[in-house]
């Protein structure tokens, strides 16, 4: 059984800064995929980035309107991952979720937190 929590949102002007983290329960995985998710106001709910790990190394995946201005990076020790978020546009104003996949599958979800940025 897998908990997450995220933290870090809030409110933010147009080309500034936020880093937003998940933190999991339990014990650390020794390999797997966590991704972070995004929901705007009357919008589908969209991929973000991805990072996964494993045997091979680590490797990370953005979605091509994040790309450059997002990193992802993950703390083993703490059980965290981290997305910041840098150069922010209004058009990113969304809840953002962490999520944990199982498989092929995102399974574990978080509650979200609200990320806003204004003009």
């Known amino acids: 059984q897998v908990h997450l929590v995220e933290s870090g949102g809030g409110l933010v002007q147009a080309g500034g800064s936020l880093r937003l983290s998940c933190a999991v329960s339990?014990?650390?995985?020794?390999?797997?995929?966590m991704g972070w998710f995004r929901q705007a106001p009357g919008k589908e709910h969209d991929f973000v980035a991805e990072?996964?790990?494993?045997?091979?190394?680590?490797?990370?995946r953005y979605v091509d309107s994040v790309k450059g201005r997002f990193t992802l990076s993950r703390d083993n020790a703490k059980n965290t991952v981290y997305l910041q978020m840098d150069s922010l546009k209004p058009e990113d104003t969304a809840v953002y979720f962490c999520?944990?996949?199982?498989?092929?599958?995102?399974?574990?979800w978080g509650q979200g937190t609200q990320v806003t940025v204004s003009s």
């Open positions: 339990g014990r650390t995985f020794s390999s797997g995929t």
């Open positions: 999520a944990v996949a199982k498989g092929e599958t995102y399974e574990y």
């Open positions: 990072i996964s790990w494993g045997w091979s190394g680590t490797s990370t």
